[in-house]
């Protein structure tokens, strides 16, 4: 079935630990996106690529990295994690930027103590 | 600064209509988009708005006018199962979205 996965589904972390959340896109689309979503709050976007080889900055990047090596796959790390990173974290993807609609993986529950 | 508005909450009775509205400012327009979110999963497409005017798809409709920065998501014949959050976004002059905090839909029996 096509799509997107994450993983993993939930995670307790320590703070100042290192965490990657894992996203896979099998649709072949050029745009990637990583948000979280917090209560009370609309999804903000943390960081996006184009197409891949390039990312970009979105609203709340710090504390936050990414890397686009294939058109599959678009991994966000948090280097040092903190409490306030505390969140659930969606992946979509589109065919472009610029283009129609986002897809949404099932999100990434991370909770950091 | 970038801002949409939606209502918090709404409560709605099985069978009935309910709409829900929208209001952005936002750095430049390219296009409105309508998502559903059910508790716990990820956010759907419903509806994208580019022009002025009326969208139906089924048992959904989505209005824009771009002059009032206002959208409107129309819900007819609502069934138990349309209770969600529903999430409005713009897509700015940088061509990313800028999400509404969401609008929690409750239906009763």
């Known amino acids: 079935i096509a799509g997107i996965t994450q993983a993993p589904t939930s995670q307790i972390l320590a703070a100042g630990r290192r965490m990657t959340l894992r996203c896979t896109q099998d649709m072949r689309h050029n745009a990637m996106y990583w948000y979280r979503q917090d209560l009370g709050l609309g999804l903000r976007l943390i960081h996006y690529s184009n197409t891949a080889g390039t990312t970009g900055k979105g609203e709340v990047p710090d504390g936050y990295s990414v890397s686009r090596a294939n058109t599959d796959d678009f991994p966000l790390t948090l280097a040092s994690a903190v409490p306030s990173q505390t969140s659930v974290y969606f992946c979509?993807?589109?065919?472009?930027?610029?283009?129609?609609?986002?897809?949404f993986g099932p999100g990434t529950r991370l909770t950091v103590l | 600064g970038q801002n949409i508005d939606q209502p918090t909450e709404m409560t709605a009775t099985e069978g009935a209509i309910v709409q829900i509205n929208c209001t952005y400012q936002t750095s430049g327009f390219n296009g409105l988009f309508w998502y559903q979110q059910h508790a716990g999963e990820a956010p759907t497409f419903l509806s994208y708005n580019v022009l002025d005017g009326l969208e139906e798809k089924g048992r959904f409709s989505s209005f824009l006018s771009r002059s009032k920065g206002y959208s409107y998501l129309l819900l007819k014949e609502l069934q138990m199962k349309d209770s969600a959050s529903y999430l409005c976004?713009?897509?700015?002059?940088?061509?990313?979205?800028?999400w509404g905090a969401g609008t929690k839909l409750i239906i009763k029996p």
């Open positions: 976004a713009v897509r700015d002059s940088n061509y990313q979205l800028i």
């Open positions: 979509a993807s589109s065919e472009g930027l610029a283009t129609d609609t986002q897809y």
